[in-house]
Nanobody, 112 residues
């Protein structure tokens, strides 16, 4: 069983930056990991994912602004978010892909 705990969300002005962290209670070395987000009234969408080998993939709306990374020695996945826009406002979730493991979410609010 793996528990995922997100942190780092908050309120930021447009153009600002935040760094989200997802700490796992167990080893995530073999998992592909992902960040998803869900805005009010919208479906959950993929923000970015990273394979166990470090290959990354991004949603079109965040390409060039967000960076996903992982530190397997710390069992932690990160999401560096730069040039934030009001439309990035959402609850951000960490997920171990192809598993049942999701975090509880962290709120990100970007003011204009």
């Amino acid at each position: 069983q793996v528990q995922l705990v997100e942190s780092g969300g908050g309120l930021v002005q447009a153009g600002g930056s935040l760094r989200l962290s997802c700490a796992a209670s167990g080893s995530i070395f073999t998992y592909n990991m992902a960040w998803y987000r869900q805005a009010p009234g919208k479906q959950r969408e993929l923000v970015a994912d990273i394979t166990s080998g470090g290959m990354t993939n991004y949603g079109d709306s965040v390409k060039g602004r967000f960076t996903i990374s992982r530190d397997n020695t710390k069992n932690t996945v990160y999401l560096q978010m730069n040039s934030l826009k009001p439309e990035d406002t959402a609850v951000y979730y960490c997920h171990a892909k192809y598993s049942i493991y999701w975090g509880q979410g962290t709120h990100v609010t970007v003011s204009s």
